[in-house]
């Protein structure tokens, strides 16, 4: 037999610190992939409607053509002009680019290209066709402007044609310039200096034309701008240039009226008290170095009389400095050769010889001449200094009354001066100006636009947009974000039961399986999903595969079963064991077995997850055995299963607990052998069901049935805001949980236990109910067995 779901663990059903620590650390996949799979429809859904959207977008637009030419721009002056203002022209870059950018899109060139294109009258361009979403979101607009209209139409008066605002430039109406203004591009090509200039419209011809028109009238006015810039300038050089020439003619009359009232004559661009000052000053210098010389001459002379005739004779020679005197050097070179002579013979045949003594004779005789003529030289020099003295006097005399003059006349010169450089000042940018003006007078005549177009607009084949592949993949990217975030969303909220794992981790308690919902018998898939799966299945097939799966009505009744099998397997196995048991973070310990007779007791979180039809099918399970099974609809309030049955009157617990019949007199007979029913009919009046569940009679029933059957299944309240289950626990041996798939939220069930001590020591485990065997297979990992329940169609069916 194949035991489903039933997890009887003796370990805590938590994760260990070190685990928990790690799996919150990583991302899984499989989670990821499970939600992707059970939210598919959220996702698909706004995909679907996001690529609808798209596709009735492509059918209900016109298409459009974009058609551009290139253009070179530079600084957009002349050059001579440009270097007249001394116009960097290594700032083109980006603000030349903007100022065409603003050129191109301005009014001026709009209304000249209008006028050319003559769009006035042009029925293309004036009504274009337009998409369904621009007409629907022009009427959205219109609606909501439409009370500020009628508003602005009351309160405001209109302007009168005269005045009104946006007057026609050029004859041309305002809404076809702001029209051509508006949609008129311009991009920079690269880091180049060329544009694009690019127009879309639904016509390919009429966006080509625009967008020649466009480069056309930027050349234009470009070579407008530049003549009237050079004509200006022009205007301008002719008025300075007259300044100029008169200002430099008055200061030049101006300079020679002032040097000759002042008498300022010059000779050689020199004045006239300037040469007299040099001239003096280069005698008085010569003058002191005649003085100087002579000085040292007398000097030279007087040191020589000074030693007297026997200084000559005994060798002292006699210096005239840098004046050659060749007579005195005649005298001096007779004395010399006389000593010579005197001491060669002295040397040779002693003082005493007659020769010595008269040798001696002709060297005093020599010396007599020579210092003679020394007296006479010293003389003369001495007369020669003290005339050059008094030349040096008489010069520096001189100088100083030119000096004098030189400095009385100095202002007027400095004055003369500035007038003479103020009249070259002008004359020289006086021949500046007039070369400039040449200049811009020519280039007048060869108007050069620093602007050329590269390539002209060619009618367009091809539309440009819209682009199926662009809007798709834009409305496929949106539809995905919408269809994510509203999976997210609903994944956010969605905190119910699903699996079995969500049963441990909200409550600590065992799974004893998934009762499928009986009512459904086909899949509850798309037609896309069915085709699907029939390929993968055609696809992963082999020779020795399985059979297919055997239909869906089939694997839920065999299900349904093995769960039910689960459950007894589980209340036998806990009820013989008696041991301690998790639940949860805590351990509980089972209540002594009383032999082989049980008392169990059915109960819910809410009203209406099924828990007495549980409790009928389980009794039927167990009487299965051979072994008598009581059941007992303990649900006063309700009592969902008696109606179920048929039951309507007669005796019932009611009665029994009020001590009014046996409650061997109250039971009946079910269709199943072995299945006696204790039914709940309930009549009106009575208020006080806490104390007929606790009375005497109904202790007693339950102590004499679990003697008398070998299962007693108690149909209970559910364990909401009432206390009846509450007050059976007691006297029940163990207790099965039921909770609605897709329905009975996590933390309700966790409450709901941890509230009850009692009921965390007789509860057996948790039973999924109603549950969407195709839908739980989104929610289960594909790891577990959950995953794999249609290939065991063979073995349950």
Same mark, same amino acid.
């Not at 010069?395 to 009354?401: N, Q």
């Not at 990992?781 to 959950?786: A, F, G, M, T, V």
């Given at each position: ?10 370990s805590?059903?938590t ?33 679907a ?23 070179l ?11 007249l203002?001394a ?11 903007e ?11 709009a209304?000249a290209?209008?006028q ?9 361009f ?5 998409s ?8 959205a607009v ?10 602005r139409?009351v309160?405001?008066?209109a ?7 946006g ?6 109406p305002?809404q076809?310039?702001?029209d051509l ?7 920079r ?6 544009v694009?200039?690019?127009f ?9 034309a625009i ?16 003549f009237?810039?050079?004509e200006?300038?022009?205007?301008w ?5 007259s ?7 008055d200061?030049?009359a101006?300079?020679?009226?002032f040097?000759?009232?002042?008498g300022?004559?010059s ?5 006239? !008290?300037?040469?007299?000052v040099?001239? &003096?000053n280069?005698? *008085? /210098?010569?003058?002191?170095? #005649?003085? %100087?010389?002579?000085? $040292?001459?007398?000097?030279s ?26 007579a005195l ?12 002579d ?17 040798m ?27 005339? !050059? ?5 008489a &010069?520096?005399?001189? *100088? /100083?009354?030119a000096?004098? #003059?030189? %400095?009385?006349?100095? $202002?007027?010169r400095?004055e003369?001066?500035?007038?003479e ?11 500046t ?7 811009i ?34 409305m ?21 039961l ?5 049963v ?17 018998t086909?899949?509850?898939t798309?037609?896309?999903q ?35 099998q ?31 007779h049980?008392?169990?007791?059915i ?16 009794a ?17 309030r ?38 006696d ?14 104390e007929l ?11 004499d ?35 609605e798939w ?9 409450r ?9 020591e ?5 039973v ?7 839908a739980l297979?989104?929610y289960v ?6 995953a794999y329940l ?8």
């Open positions: 037999m194949t035991q489903i779901g039933l997890r009887l663990a003796d805590p059903n994760l260990s610190p070190r685990a928990a620590e790690e799996r919150a650390d990583t991302i899984d996949l499989s989670r990821l992939l499970a939600i992707v799979r059970r939210r598919r429809r959220a996702i698909l859904v706004p995909v409607l996001s690529l609808a959207l798209g596709v009735a977008y492509l059918a209900t637009t016109p298409k459009s053509y974009l058609a551009s030419s290139t253009l721009l530079d600084a957009g002056t002349s050059a001579v002009v440009r270097e203002v116009m960097d022209s290594s700032r083109l870059s980006d603000v030349a680019i100022n065409a950018r603003l050129v191109i899109r301005s009014d001026i060139l209304a290209v209008a050319k294109l003559d769009l006035a009258t042009n029925d293309s004036l009504n274009p066709p337009r369904l979403a621009s007409r629907l979101v022009r009427g219109g609606v909501v402007r439409l009370p500020v209209d009628v508003a139409m309160f405001q008066p302007p009168s044609p005269a005045t009104a605002p007057a026609e430039v050029g004859q041309v305002p076809i310039i702001r203004s508006g949609k008129i591009g311009v991009e090509i690269s880091r180049s200096g060329g694009s200039v690019y879309r419209s639904h016509d390919p011809a009429l966006a080509a967008v020649n028109a466009y480069s056309e009238a930027y050349i234009a006015d470009v070579l407008s701008a530049n009237e810039s050079t200006r300038t022009t205007e050089l002719q008025g300075r240039l300044d100029l020439e008169a200002a430099a003619a200061a030049a101006a300079a020679e009226a040097r000759a009232e002042n300022l004559m000779s050689d661009g020199r004045f006239m !008290s300037e040469e007299s040099s001239e &003096l280069a005698d *008085l /210098g010569e003058a002191i170095a #005649d003085a %100087a010389r002579s000085k $040292a001459l007398v000097e002379y007087e040191a020589v009389v000074s030693r007297g005739v026997e200084g000559l004779q005994s060798g002292a020679q006699v210096g005239t400095g840098t004046t050659v005197d060749p050097e005649e005298l001096q070179s007779n004395l010399s050769n006389a000593v010579a005197l001491n060669r013979i002295t040397a040779s045949f002693g003082a005493d010889h007659p020769q010595a003594e008269l001696t004779g002709a060297v005093a005789t020599a010396a007599e001449r020579l210092f003679t003529g020394v007296q006479q030289r010293l003389e003369r020099a001495r007369g020669e200094y003290a005339v !050059s003295q008094a030349r040096v006097e &010069l520096r005399d001189s *100088l /100083g009354v000096m004098g #003059d030189n %400095a009385a006349g100095g $202002a007027a400095v003369l001066r500035a007038l450089q103020r009249a070259e000042t002008l004359s020289t940018l006086y021949q100006f007039l070369t400039q003006f040449q200049e007078d020519q280039q007048k005549d060869f108007p050069i636009a620093d602007v050329r177009i590269l390539s002209l607009a060619e009618v367009p084949r091809d539309a440009d947009g819209p682009r199926a592949s662009r809007v798709l993949a834009v496929l990217v949106m539809g995905l974000f919408f269809g994510t975030l509203l999976a997210a969303v609903r994944e956010w909220r969605d905190r119910f699903r699996t079995g794992e969500d441990a981790t909200a409550s600590g308690l065992p799974f004893l399986g998934y009762l499928p919902d009986m009512t459904l086909t899949p509850a798309t037609s896309l069915r085709v699907w799966q029939a390929a993968r299945r055609l696809l992963n097939r082999s020779d020795h595969d399985a059979p297919d799966e055997p239909p869906l009505e089939v694997q839920n009744h065999a299900i349904y079963t093995e769960t039910l689960n459950i007894r397997l589980g209340l036998s196995i806990l009820h013989a064991s008696g041991r301690e048991r998790p639940l949860g973070m805590r351990r509980v310990r089972e209540v002594p077995p009383g032999g082989e049980l008392v169990v007791g109960t819910s979180v809410r009203p209406g997850e099924g828990k007495s039809t549980l409790a009928l099918d389980l039927s399970t167990l009487a299965a055995s051979g072994k008598p099974v009581l059941l007992i609809d303990a649900d006063m309700r009592s969902g299963l008696s109606r179920g049955l048929g039951i309507t009157s007669g005796p019932s617990l009611v009665e029994v607990a009020l001590g009014q019949v046996p409650w061997t007199e109250a039971l009946r007979k079910h269709d199943l052998a072995g299945v029913v204790l039914p709940c009919v309930f009549p009106g009046g009575i208020v006080h069901v806490a569940l606790t009375s005497k009679p109904v202790q007693d029933m339950l102590r049935a679990r003697q008398t059957y070998a299962h007693v299944i108690v149909d209970l309240a559910p364990l909401g805001p009432v206390v009846d289950a509450r007050l059976l626990l007691r006297a029940l041996d163990h207790v099965v949980m039921v909770a897709g329905t009975t939220p996590k933390a309700l069930l966790r709901v236990v941890e509230a009850e001590q009692t009921l965390a007789r509860l057996v485990g948790v999924l109910n109603r549950v969407d065997m195709v297979r989104d990992d594909r790891s577990s067995l959950e249609g290939t065991y169609g063979e073995y349950q069916s």
